[in-house]
């Protein structure tokens, strides 16, 4: 079942007005660039890297620098305004979409798209992940290939359905 993740309070991406006020008056920024930079995040919907972010924040401030968008997408995941994607020895990739979902990531393009799934939502972790620490959320990343790259040439081999479980 898919959920609506445009719905007010469920996955919404529209920051809170007190968020929105923290983020206004941080001394570091004009009050402008981290709302830019909020929106490109969330109008992509496709977790883009901070590279990309500043590329589409350039197109209407074209004197913002790539270290600002950098402080400024840690500023907003530390106010909860985004998460983060990808192990942190990759390059990181934000989202805007607050609300339980997961990813599906396209090995050869890097194209990241949300989904979800009640039925990966109610997984009950094994017992063991208690020995390594508290859980505070839990996403799972499918990674394949996507449709437009699989048309592009031809598919990696997939293991038939009753091998995979």
């Known amino acids: 079942m898919q959920r609506n993740p ?6 919404s991406t529209q920051p809170t007005k007190c968020k929105v006020a923290q983020v206004r008056t941080n001394s570091h920024l004009s009050k402008w660039q981290p709302m830019e930079i909020f929106r490109e995040v969330a109008q992509t919907g496709d977790h883009p890297e901070a590279e990309r972010v500043h590329q589409g924040v350039r197109e209407r401030m074209p004197t913002i620098s790539l270290d600002t ?23 990181t990739r934000f989202d805007a979409n607050l609300s339980r979902h997961h990813h599906f990531v396209c090995i050869r393009c890097g ?16 017992e063991a992940v208690k020995d390594f620490g508290y859980v505070e959320t839990t996403q799972l990343e499918v990674k394949g290939v996507c449709l437009k790259c699989a048309a592009r040439g031809k598919k990696p081999n997939q293991p038939s359905q009753k091998n995979r479980r």
């Open 111 to 126: 194209l990241t798209r949300d989904f979800y799934s009640d039925e990966l939502d109610e997984l009950r972790l094994p």
């Open 69 to 91: 968008v950098y402080r400024t997408l840690w500023l907003l995941k530390d106010l909860g305004l985004i998460n983060t994607l990808g192990p942190l020895r990759e390059r």
């Open 6 to 11: 445009t719905k007010p309070g469920v996955g």
